[in-house]
């Protein structure tokens, strides 16, 4: 698992590498890496989900971070990519300035929308999204499946919305009201 610090120190090492690359890179974090780094909501992620670019620098020296830190070959994946809204909007991670590496995070709202369509359930250790919507519900201050799923339709086709994804917030939303 990686806490903020092992990821702050990977996103820096990745900055440094970038510099003497010549090259000034953007990253925009979503899923587990968010919720650590830009909402504090969790301590630690497997892994982080991310679209940057440029692509392939980025990933060259995604790859030799991983050795100099000891990380596992994929720490920096694109893999959360089919989650992504053409309406998303992303913002800096306040306290996370590097000079070749810009950082950003969804909104409170899109990563709300983001949890909610994606609604795994979790095994063993990993929490699955129940706990991120919760988390994210409570800081936007929902009180209704409704206005969950008003959130949810800003960003993405309704159609697009599972029972299981309605399950799953009025569960929560049933949870809070308790």
Excluded: H
Excluded at 34 to 44: E, H
Aim: aromatic share 6%; glycine share 6%; proline share 3%.
């Amino acid at each position: 698992m990686l806490t903020r610090e092992v990821i702050v120190e990977a996103l820096t090492k990745l900055s440094d590498e970038l510099a003497r690359r010549g090259i000034i890179g953007e990253i925009d974090i979503v899923d587990g890496t968010a919720m650590v780094l830009a909402f504090s909501a969790r301590l630690s992620t497997k892994d982080v989900d991310a679209i940057f670019e440029p692509a392939s620098e980025v990933r060259a020296a995604a790859a030799r971070i991983a050795l100099e830190l000891n990380l596992d070959n994929d720490w920096l994946n694109d893999a959360a990519k089919g989650f992504l809204s053409s309406n998303g909007t992303f913002q800096p991670v306040a306290d996370l300035d590097l000079p070749n590496l810009r950082v950003l995070a969804p909104t409170a709202e899109y990563m709300l929308a983001m949890k909610v369509l994606a609604a795994r359930a979790g095994r063993g250790e990993e929490r699955g999204d129940a706990g991120d919507i919760r988390f994210l519900i409570q800081r936007l201050g929902l009180t209704t499946t409704d206005s969950v799923l008003e959130i949810v339709q800003r960003y993405y086709d309704p159609t697009r919305l599972l029972p299981r994804n309605v399950f799953t917030v009025d569960s929560i939303i049933e949870e809070l009201k308790a």
